[in-house]
């Protein structure tokens, strides 16, 4: 394999670490689609729905 495509594959897999890990510390999220963000919307910003809550609890 060459190594601009072994390095592209590399970048991709980080990437996709990158992106769950964000999702999973978001914030808030949906409860129709379960579409989390950093955030705070009235509505989701993928399916408009107004069920958006906060993913932390206040202690």
């Known amino acids: 394999?060459?190594?601009f495509n072994e390095l592209g594959r590399q970048v991709e897999q980080f990437?996709?670490?990158v992106e769950?890990?964000?999702e999973e510390n978001a914030?808030?999220?949906c409860?129709?689609?379960d579409?989390?963000?950093h955030t705070h919307h009235d509505q989701c910003?993928?399916?408009?729905a107004e069920r958006v809550?906060?993913?932390?609890?206040?202690?």
Do not use: D, L, N, V
């Open 31 to 33: 409860r129709e689609c």
């Open 35 to 37: 579409a989390r963000f």
């Open 15 to 17: 990437k996709q670490s």
């Open 1 to 3: 394999m060459g190594i």
């Open 53 to 59: 809550e906060s993913t932390t609890t206040e202690e």
């Open 45 to 48: 910003p993928e399916c408009g």
């Open 27 to 29: 914030a808030y999220q």
């Open 20 to 22: 769950k890990t964000a």
